[in-house]
């Protein structure tokens, strides 16, 4: 029984992090139906920016509220920032030509930044060395939340519950909340259901169709980066190929969910994670990938559109 829940506990925190990525992948191909797979390295950009800032901060930024909003704030701007670009210089001026045109151009983008962060480059300010890009080698994320048991259940300390897995857990709802209030109950989110429903008529009827696709690669790279944050503090080892393996699990988790649908893409991800988390602990951690495509291809035989997606008829 502890064991099933200390499985339970884990899943559900993976889980949120994959959804966090997930969304991303979604609200981009609900917009320009384009799966955008650079979307997992611009988290791992996120995470590489927040590592900076905590080293840069030192103590400060372990077991400090104030730390810890620096690390998460600047990381989720930078990413915004950077979704902005790529959206504005690699995938705008290719929105009219053919979609094979602009998935190339996805992959390009993702494999320049995962390589391209390999490299280790850096220069001499002043007598200081500052490092530009960081290397291939694995690096030990610092402690931003220092870690503590909030919960311990059992005779034998059998289910443990961290600070950070809460924490986690929390600004994950918060902010998968915040994106259906914005989605659903603004402005903003009806510009954006109106731009994904067809963007030229949308365009048409007054919709900034340029800056709404600009604003929603924004929002999931932000998104992206607090994901992987919260992965890094999980994990405890960064490397630049980390954006790879969870933004193919987060896209996997969009796909089974429905891609394109919000709610699907957050169910899809908390599936996955369970399913990762069940098959670790009671077969093999080896199976832990496998399972991820395994779970796609039975709900891609089973329900082609995904859980919560809608076949549609498309005129030819």
């Known amino acids: 029984m502890y064991e099933l829940l200390q499985h339970l506990i884990n899943g559900l925190s993976a889980g949120t992090i994959y959804a966090l990525v997930a969304l991303g992948y979604t609200m981009v191909y609900g917009v320009l139906k384009l799966i955008n797979f650079a979307h997992g390295d611009v988290m791992m950009v996120g995470v590489y920016v927040g590592y900076a800032v905590a080293f840069l901060l ?11 909003l620096l690390v998460f704030g600047l990381a989720m701007t930078a990413c915004a920032l950077l ?3 790529i959206e504005r210089f690699a995938y705008r001026p290719l929105r009219e030509k053919p979609r094979l045109t602009a998935l190339i151009t996805a992959i390009g983008i993702s494999f320049a930044l995962s390589y391209g962060f390999q490299l280790d480059a850096s220069v001499q300010l002043g ?7 960081p290397g291939a080698a694995s690096k030990r994320f610092p402690e931003v ?3 503590s048991q909030w919960l311990v259940l059992g005779p034998d300390d059998d289910v443990i519950i961290w ?12 902010l998968m909340g915040l994106l259906q209030v914005l989605v659903f109950k603004t402005r903003f989110g009806k510009a954006m259901r109106a731009v994904s429903f067809d963007h030229r008529t949308a365009s048409l009827l007054g919709v900034p169709v340029d800056r709404v696709i600009a604003l929603t690669f924004m929002l999931g790279s932000a998104l992206a980066a607090c994901a992987g944050l919260l992965f890094a503090m999980k994990d405890k080892t960064i490397q630049p190929l980390m954006g790879l393996y969870v933004g193919l699990k987060a896209f996997v988790a969009a796909v089974i969910g429905g891609i394109g649908n919000l709610p699907g893409a957050v169910v899809g991800a908390l599936l996955l994670g369970l399913c990762e988390e069940f098959i670790v602990g009671y ?4 199976w832990r990938d496998a ?8 709900v891609l035989l089973v329900r082609p559109e995904g859980l919560f997606g809608r076949v549609q008829a498309e005129k030819v």
């Open 127 to 133: 007598g200081t060395k500052v490092t530009l890009l």
């Open 163 to 174: 600070n950070w897995q809460v924490i986690g857990f929390l600004v994950a709802v918060a």
């Open 145 to 147: 939340i220092a870690p």
């Open 58 to 68: 030192g103590r400060e930024a372990t077991g400090s509220i104030l730390g810890a």
């Open 291 to 298: 399972v991820a495509f395994g779970f796609l291809i039975v």
């Open 83 to 85: 979704g902005l670009a």
């Open 283 to 286: 077969a093999s951690a080896g």
